[in-house]
Nanobody
């Protein structure tokens, strides 16, 4: 499984970006795909996830981004998107996408429980 994250960049506070995570995998619809981020000097933290068919394509978010970020998936394109609106300087981080086909719901926010990771994409929000 290979994951390719893209869409990062530099944006002013209040602006928007859309990240994409393209997966090269069979049966993409069965995978849970999540977004995590890591700021300098901090641990990697959960941002959002979109579960696979087994869990009914549910979405979950950290409280830090609820109402501002939206995760969605296009199974025909093997891609998950993260629409980020009303960005804040605190959102500055390297964003990673991750995938797994056997996660249980209680693990969707746990980085170590994802088997596959893409390279990061830098998001920088200026004040």
């Amino acid at each position: 499984v290979q994951l390719q994250a893209s869409g990062g960049g530099l944006v002013q506070a209040g602006g928007s970006l859309r990240l994409s995570c393209a997966a090269s995998v069979q049966a993409f619809r069965s995978y849970t795909v999540g977004w995590f981020r890591q700021a300098p000097g901090k641990e990697r933290e959960f941002v959002a996830t979109a579960t696979g068919a087994r869990h009914g394509y549910r979405t979950y978010y950290t409280d830090l981004v609820k109402g501002r970020f939206t995760i969605s998936r296009d199974n025909a394109k093997n891609t998950v998107f993260l629409q980020m609106n009303s960005l804040k300087p605190d959102d500055t981080a390297v964003y990673y996408c991750a995938a797994d086909s056997s996660l249980i719901l209680s693990s969707v926010s746990v980085p170590k429980d994802y088997d596959y990771w893409g390279q990061g994409t830098q998001v920088t929000v200026s004040s």
